[in-house]
């Protein structure tokens, strides 16, 4: 079990704590305040060296790939904040001062009052959280277009591949698709189909 400092978070908060650290033992040093935003208790700081990124981005991908299940709100890190509802990518943050302040020493989670269910009895992310394939192949040429293009764009950008979320399924996206088959052993076709489309969600960042 993770030991978050500080405080007693929400039973959810603290699975995401536990669940990083199973996922990335080098990711232990939790932390929360009174003051924190929105609330001691649904709020954590996990810090890391400051140039640390590979370490920083490990937490962000698990955070932002795990959204929906922990209840996760928004995330911040290296004077960027990423917060689906305002903008499916990261933004930039004002100068706040120093690198604590900035967030480089540390990335910084919040969490809704609630998260999935399954995340207090399982304490894992499962296949159940994979949105269903579509039913559709996503093909260039002729191109394809609609909101589940969108959806598999928008997971592609948080899995840290350079594509446009713009529901159009054009050759920039089929390099990315043929790319991501690629590095996980699937055969390149650059067609988003069942495995690919899965894939996006269930298999691991590297």
């Given amino acids: 079990m993770a030991t978050v400092r500080g405080g007693i978070v929400l039973p959810h908060v603290q699975a995401f704590a536990n669940d990083l650290q199973d996922h990335a033992p080098d990711v232990n040093n939790f932390g929360t305040y009174p003051g924190h935003s929105p609330s001691l208790n649904r709020a954590l700081d996990i810090f890391h060296a400051i ?12 955070a932002i790939d795990n959204l929906d299940y ?8 290296r004077k ?9 990518d990261w933004r930039n943050m004002s100068d706040r001062g120093g690198a604590t302040q900035n967030h480089y020493d540390h990335v910084h989670v919040s969490f809704e009052e609630t998260g999935n269910a399954a995340a207090l009895t399982s304490g ?13 192949y996503f093909r260039f040429p002729p191109g394809t277009s609609g909101e589940d293009v969108s ?11 350079a594509i446009d979320v713009d529901g159009d399924y054009g050759p920039k996206s089929k390099q990315v698709c043929l790319s991501f088959q690629k590095e996980k052993g699937f055969s390149p076709d650059g067609i988003v189909g069942p495995e690919t489309w899965s894939g996006a969600w269930a298999l691991s960042i590297t």
């Fill in 80 to 88: 960027r904040i990423y917060n689906p509802e305002v903008l499916t």
């Fill in 70 to 77: 922990y209840g996760v709100d928004y995330v911040i890190s």
């Fill in 124 to 136: 894992k992310p499962t296949n159940d959280n994979i949105p269903a394939w579509p039913g559709r």
């Fill in 51 to 62: 140039g640390d990124n590979s370490k920083a981005d490990t937490i962000c991908r698990f």
């Fill in 151 to 161: 959806r598999w764009q928008n997971r592609m950008l948080v899995r840290g591949w």
